[in-house]
């Protein structure tokens, strides 16, 4: 479900001071125990949108994708909604085609997990440098 790797997050009962140094650690520490973690939420949610399993995530998949992924920062004010981010179903649509074909790095169509994984560590390591 689009909520389950929230759902496995909030299971460890992470408050958001907790949550962020989680992040932090995550991005400070590459062979840290809090990057084994986030490794693993991220495959979660990979593989969760990876419907029809074939190692690759479509532009139709694309969009649960990225719903699952933020659902742990949003939880904790430190991500957007996509209500705030896209007026109009359209602008949704334009904004996530544009993300999507800047992680499809090689340009296949498809995102493969190694071009997920490092879209989201350098997004993550951004987005924590402010916090």
Not at 41 to 56: H, I, M, Q, V, Y
Not at 61 to 69: C, K, P, Q, R
Not at 95 to 106: H, L, P, Q, V, Y
């Amino acid at each position: 479900s689009a909520n389950s790797a929230a759902d496995a997050m909030a299971g460890l009962g992470l408050s958001k001071d907790q949550f962020i140094e989680h992040v932090k650690g995550a991005t400070a520490d590459t062979n840290g125990k809090e990057r084994q973690k986030l490794y693993f939420e991220l495959l979660k949610c990979f593989t969760d949108a990876d419907k029809d399993f074939d190692g690759s995530i479509s532009p139709m998949e694309f969009d649960n994708m990225i719903e699952e992924a933020a659902a742990m920062p949003r939880e904790h004010g430190l991500a957007p909604l996509t209500s705030a981010m896209y007026k109009t179903p359209e602008d949704r649509l334009k904004g996530r085609t544009a993300m999507f074909k800047t992680i499809d790095e090689n340009n296949d169509g498809g995102i493969s997990l190694d071009e997920w994984l490092s879209f989201c560590y350098n997004h993550i390591a951004q987005k924590v440098k402010g916090l």
